[in-house]
């Protein structure tokens, strides 16, 4: 059975049916078994394994993000390892309203509501640059995919998520956002707004049954992280290497943090044994923060 593909209201959306002939397990009773999951950034890095882990507990997946046929590669790999249950493909901008709104209605009319949203997108912005030194653009920029992008997503999901009776939002935030980030103003200011976005909603949302918290990952093994380091190397003239150890000996642990560790943790406050944890940090950071 091949994939298909369609648009609907101007978004490419990717149907990926799993295969009828592959043999598999399947758990007898998955812990988010007919649960609608809407992942961005979706396509790599912390939001690839984000959906890894929830198709694994049973959730249907949203899979969204602007690389199209990224997202496709990747769901289709999701779906032959859990073909239990079922993936839709979106392709969008989270920082514009319209396309947003279209995710939702396409996830909407696919599996008729929603109970998760995870934000995982977001952009790295300057590195190691002065504040002076960041132009308004490029603060703007940060801000309307780290900030706008999580804000217009909520928005967009929590009518669905009311009617629903209960659901849960976990927002990708950072280390960045619990302290001051040098040479990061708009990196970690994004972050910051992301955690103080998160507690309002989770105030906001209580009375429906909608929990609302964040992950805070630190340095994190993946592409983006050797964006970092390479930059911030060429910067300050050290090795990769030393800007490595530099990262690693700030923490308890004496290492990086994987992306599973951080999929772990949304896990968790995704489940049913989340249900009194509401307005809070998931700090995911090797004992950076103590």
Not at 86 to 112: H, K, P, Y
Not at 126 to 133: L, W
Not at 211 to 239: F, L, Q, S
């Amino acid at each position: 059975m091949s994939p298909c593909s369609l648009q609907f209201n101007g978004v490419m959306i990717d149907e990926t049916p799993s295969s009828d002939d592959t043999p598999q397990w399947v758990p007898q009773s998955p812990p988010l078994a007919g649960r609608v999951a809407v992942v961005t950034g979706a396509a790599k890095g912390l939001g690839a394994a984000i959906t890894d882990v929830l198709a694994r507990d049973g959730a249907h997946v949203v899979f969204v993000g602007r690389d199209l046929d990224a997202l496709r590669d990747h769901a289709a790999s999701i779906d032959r390892q859990y073909s239990y249950r079922e993936s839709l493909t979106v392709g969008c901008d989270v920082s514009d309203q319209a396309e947003v709104d279209r995710l939702l209605s396409a996830t909407i009319d696919r599996f008729d509501g929603i109970d998760i949203l995870v934000n995982a997108h977001g952009v790295i912005g300057p590195i190691e640059t002065h504040a002076q030194d960041v132009t308004p653009e490029q603060f703007r920029e940060v801000f309307e995919v780290n900030v706008l992008g999580v804000f217009l997503t909520c928005r967009a999901a929590i009518p669905h998520l009311i009617r629903r009776g209960a659901g849960r939002i976990v927002n990708i935030a950072g280390t960045s956002g619990l302290r001051g980030y040098r040479n990061r103003v708009s990196y970690s200011s994004s972050k910051w707004a992301v955690r103080g976005l998160t507690r309002t909603l989770a105030l906001e949302l209580g009375p429906y049954g909608i929990t609302v918290n964040t992950v805070c990952p630190h340095v994190t093994h993946g592409r983006r992280m050797d964006t970092i380091v390479h930059e911030k190397a060429r910067k300050i003239g050290k090795t990769p290497e030393e800007v490595y150890q530099d990262f690693t000996s700030q923490t308890a642990l004496g290492r990086f943090i994987e992306d599973i560790d951080v999929a772990a943790a949304v896990a968790y406050l995704v489940s049913d044994g989340a249900r009194n944890v509401t307005g809070h940090d998931i700090v995911v950071d090797a004992g950076w923060d103590v």
